[in-house]
């Protein structure tokens, strides 16, 4: 059974980064296709990137060009992503999910609560 | 990008009644080459992450219950429940997959019990 199981709960300030991780278990994580979506509180949900790690290949959201940044670790199974210059509308759940061949997301992790506050 | 919009924005439904939720896309998801709209539906409950529920507009995911069913095609999309259980309460948000690299969600509809 393929899990994904990211990092836990940040406080950041304003302006700083913050780096999310997300470890697949139990599948091949080379041939995933791993996407970053997130959801601000009480907000529906915007997605950020992807990568496939064995074309070491991202997209990003035009929204997220140049402040987001997602790679990938085959040796460990784990794909990042690191959110630049924070805000404090940046507060959200982020969420790694696994992207199928029909490229619908069967596979989420559990969502790592980003609060970004002075 | 393409946009997607969901009506309603909240529904309210006797259990055992049809729900039925809709999604339009401002343009086409429908894949020439395969003839496949890229298009899925997900369950969302508080705390939790989303659950894939219907891919190719009208494919169930494994284990979703068949009083779920997806249709539509090109731009116009539904989701409906056939018979609302009390388990279905949620909210449930489209989303479109084609032309990647751009994914978008619609803004999601709270479906309650009335």
């Known amino acids: 059974q393929v899990q994904l199981v990211q990092s836990g709960a940040e406080v950041k300030k304003p302006g700083s980064s913050v780096k999310v991780s997300c470890k697949a278990s139990g599948g091949t994580f080379s041939s995933y296709t791993i996407s970053w979506v997130r959801q601000a509180p009480g907000q529906g949900l915007e997605w950020m990137a992807r990568i496939i790690p064995i074309l070491d290949m991202a997209n990003y959201a035009q929204r997220f060009q140049g402040r987001v940044t997602i790679t990938a670790d085959k040796s460990t199974s784990t794909a990042y992503m690191e959110l630049s210059s924070l805000r404090s509308d940046d507060t959200a759940v982020y969420y790694c999910?696994?992207?199928?061949?029909?490229?619908?997301?069967?596979?989420w992790g559990q969502g790592t609560m980003v609060t970004v506050s002075s | 990008d393409i946009v997607m919009t969901q009506s309603p924005d909240s529904l309210a439904v006797s259990l055992g009644e049809r729900a039925t939720i809709n999604c339009r896309s401002s343009q086409s998801v429908l894949y020439s080459s395969n003839n496949k709209n890229y298009l899925a539906w997900y369950q969302q409950k508080p705390g939790q992450p989303p659950k894939l529920f219907i891919y190719?507009?009208?494919t169930r995911e494994s284990g979703v219950p068949d009083r779920f069913s997806g249709s539509g095609s090109g731009t116009d999309f539904t989701l409906t429940i056939s018979s609302l259980q009390a388990e279905d309460v949620a909210v449930y948000y489209c989303q479109q997959y084609y032309p990647t690299p751009l994914i978008t969600f619609g803004q999601g509809t709270r479906l309650e019990i009335k």
């Open positions: 999910a696994r992207e199928t061949s029909s490229s619908a997301f069967d596979i």
């Open positions: 190719w507009a009208s």
